[in-house]
């Protein structure tokens, strides 16, 4: 179990890819701290990302499963060598507990990464190890 006081320090995605996590990831406050097509790291606060009755919105952890799962499948595509991008097929997630302060993180690993089809899963923990969610994604690798 892994557990976090503070965010780890946030990766800079536009020097490491060239490209940002995206607009919604952005307002979310998305941070990435480790990454590769096989496992990488990221979190996004609670507040800002809450549902009516104050705790993590559901879709908040599914935003943060498949942008993790999406970006470790274009670095995949990418250590190929294929032009194109990735696209997410298929996202499934099972909410297990409600984050209610602080901030969520997301461990990602490779489930399976072939040369048109990627898989993997994220799970969701707080700051405090406890298991919040689990999201799975599967991406279709397009050649362009």
């Known amino acids: 179990m892994t557990t976090f006081e503070t965010r780890p ?3 800079d995605l536009e020097k490491l890819l060239g490209v940002d996590a995206g607009a919604l990831a952005m307002k ?5 701290h ?11 606060p609670v ?3 809450t549902q009516s009755y104050g705790i993590m919105h ?3 952890y599914v935003v943060l499963g498949e942008s993790m799962g999406s970006i470790a ?3 995949h595509r990418h250590n190929l060598g294929i032009a194109g991008h990735a696209v997410g097929i298929e996202v ?10 602080g901030f969520v993180v997301g461990v990602c690993r490779a489930v399976h990464l072939g040369r048109t089809l990627t898989t993997h ?17 599967t991406n279709l690798i397009k050649a362009g």
């Open 9 to 11: 320090p946030a990766l």
């Open 28 to 32: 979310m406050d998305m941070q990435f």
């Open 34 to 44: 480790e990454l590769s097509a096989e496992y990488s790291v990221a979190s996004i």
């Open 47 to 49: 507040e800002g990302n």
């Open 58 to 60: 559901g879709g908040a």
């Open 73 to 75: 499948a274009n670095i």
């Open 92 to 101: 499934n997630a099972t909410h297990t507990g409600s984050g209610k302060s």
């Open 121 to 137: 899963e994220v799970a969701i923990s707080d700051q405090n190890g406890k298991r919040l969610s689990t999201v799975r994604i």
